[in-house]
Nanobody, 134 residues
């Protein structure tokens, strides 16, 4: 089955850290740009970070710049999102998406990156919940 699977979410206190993983199953991520998106209850989906297929280009939304780091290990077929200095406002379901077209994944929009409908990406994960609360 061809799919992306996110993991690593959970409950963390403000100021804490989490590392999310986005693993591909049934296909190789080598040729895909990857984006991380999040959606809080009652809010629009937000594109927060993206990385090129080679890993040579990374982008961050203003809301996470300086706190989050995206990286990829193509040998492990996985992309990571290291999240530090977490705030309650970071509480959301986090999704990853893969697309062979960089512009599909990483079109600048409103301080972040344009969140298309899930079906418009080559692959879209099921999400992992991140809750930041004391």
């Amino acid at each position: 089955q061809l799919q992306l699977v996110e993991s690593g979410g959970g409950l963390v206190q403000p100021g804490g850290s989490l590392r999310l993983s986005c693993a591909a199953s049934g296909f190789t991520l080598d040729y895909y740009a990857i984006g991380w998106f999040r959606q809080a209850p009652g809010e629009e989906r937000e594109g927060i970070s993206c990385i090129s297929s080679s890993g040579g280009s990374t982008k961050y939304a203003d809301s996470v710049k300086g706190r989050f780091t995206i990286s990829r290990d193509n040998a492990k077929n996985t992309v990571y999102l290291q999240m530090n200095s977490l705030k309650p406002d970071d509480t959301a379901v986090y999704y990853c998406a893969a697309d062979s077209n960089w512009d599909v994944i990483c079109t600048p929009y409103s301080g972040g990156y344009y969140p298309k409908r899930a079906a418009q990406y080559d692959y879209w994960g099921q999400g992992t919940q991140v809750t930041v609360s004391s």
